[in-house]
């Protein structure tokens, strides 16, 4: 076996994916490469044959009957591998989730503000969970909360669509709003989505979303009730 070879097995020794070479233990496989036409053959013949044009027997889809293997230079193929992986996390864009939270009886002015602020985050490609928190006896307004959201989401739907109806969790009603494509192309939601408590201030992007905010201008107002 070769020494770089043995190296990159040595320095991913628990996390190896792939047998190669003496590794197979198998009787027969399947081999594939450039120039090679895909046949079956001895596993110990693979191994002369991958020796013979100075590369390794990569053992790529173990569950096959009998196995796959590539005849190509490990090093080589351990960096294509890891290529790809970083070009399709390159692709993927992470969609932060921020919260935005009203009380049952808000009123025009804090409701105009955090409209503002719904607006430039949706414009920013992330999506808005907006909930109303009702505290103590105000539950007994919880129609007038669902009101509230609707008249939220009918307000934001040139920026955002509803994902999910106002739904009643405990003491929060939630609804969430993603945001409508942005550039020609929806972006691409990955599993990690982080959530904000405290929705920071930001300017709308859009010369259009600043318009839509009637309301005085309020320096460090808080989102919360």
Known sequence: ????????????????????????????????????????????????????????????????EPPVCRLIDYSKFIYQQKKKQKEMKAKQTVVNVKEIRFGPQTDDHDYNFKLKHAIGFLSDGDKVKAYVFF???????????????????????????????????????????????????????VETVAEVQEAPVKKAPQQKARKEYTGPKVEGEDFDD
Request: proline share 5%.
């Open 135 to 189: 505290k103590g006896r105000s539950i007994l307004f919880k129609e007038q909360g669902e009101v509230l959201l609707l008249r939220f989401a009918a307000d934001l739907e040139e920026y955002g669509k509803v994902e999910s109806m106002p739904v009643l969790e405990g003491k929060r009603m939630i609804m969430f709003i993603a945001p409508k494509k942005v550039g020609g192309a929806a972006k691409k939601p």
């Open 1 to 64: 076996m070769r020494p770089i070879i043995k190296q990159l097995m040595k320095k991913d020794d628990k996390k190896q994916q792939y047998r190669i070479n003496e590794q197979i233990h198998v009787r027969e496989v399947r081999i594939i490469g450039d120039g090679i036409e895909s046949t079956v053959m001895p596993t110990f013949k693979a191994i002369q044959l991958a020796e013979q044009r100075g590369v390794d027997l990569v053992e790529i889809s173990p569950n096959a």
